[in-house]
């Protein structure tokens, strides 16, 4: 029973590289969310996809773009990383599709620990 | 704009002593409220949520919130602190399609 498990922990990059960030959920959710966590700013929404093969921007989705490769996997790019990505990120899922109370009753990952350089 | 205020960053307590963490919302229709935890180094865990119905909820590890629709809060609370339960707290509301969460409340415990 693992849940949602993110790869990598832990990424130093570059400005300018880019990276993937895995995230895979083993519970048979419908919906994944990626967020960011910043210090003194909570958590805040990327992107999400509320079943597989669709995708949709959150709060904050600039610099990034999402793939639901199926229903187990949901990972987050960053193309050209930029200083201002330095963050926590975590993925999360919800066993209730988007538009109802249930889906904010989420699992999340460990989290992504990334430093932009 | 939907919102939500945790006006304590840090709260340090002794163990055994009564703990509330404070959460006003901002919200246009009826929210779905939510606590969650997260432990150093880890993820976020749900504590407790509120859909409807009874506003004083029940959650895991001990903790309790009420709904209080006429104060727009949903305090976060516990009769006797553990120190196992030092860690950092989430608000959050609940709408469409996404949560908005606040931003924490950091809570130590003194032995």
């Known amino acids: 029973n693992a849940g949602v498990t993110q790869t990598p922990k832990f990424q130093v990059l570059k400005t300018g590289q880019s990276m993937t960030l895995q995230c895979a959920q083993d519970m048979n959710h419908n919906s994944m969310y990626w967020y960011r966590q910043d210090p003194g700013m909570g958590l805040r929404l990327i992107y999400y996809?509320?079943?597989?093969?669709?995708?949709d921007k959150g709060e904050v989705p600039n610099g990034y773009n999402v793939s639901r490769l199926n229903k187990r996997e949901f990972s987050l790019r960053l193309e050209s990383a930029a200083p201002s990505q330095t963050s926590v990120y975590f993925c999360a899922s919800s066993e209730v599709n988007v538009g109802g109370p249930g889906a904010n009753v989420l699992t999340f990952g460990a989290g992504s620990r990334l430093t932009v350089l | 704009a939907q919102s939500v205020t945790q006006p304590d960053i840090h709260i340090t307590v002794s163990e055994g002593a009564s703990l509330e963490l404070r959460c006003n919302y901002s919200y246009g229709a009826t929210p779905y409220l939510f606590w969650y935890v997260q432990s150093p180094g880890q993820g976020l865990q749900l504590l407790l949520k509120?859909?409807?119905?009874?506003?004083l909820v029940q959650g895991i590890k001990g903790f309790e919130a009420e709904f209080k629709r006429s104060q727009s809060s949903f305090n976060l609370r516990k009769p006797s602190v553990h120190w196992s339960d030092a860690a950092e707290y989430f608000c959050a509301v609940g709408g469409t399609n996404k949560l908005i969460f606040g931003t924490g409340t950091l809570l130590a415990v003194q032995p």
């Open positions: 509120y859909f409807s119905g009874d506003t």
């Open positions: 996809s509320a079943s597989e093969g669709t995708t």
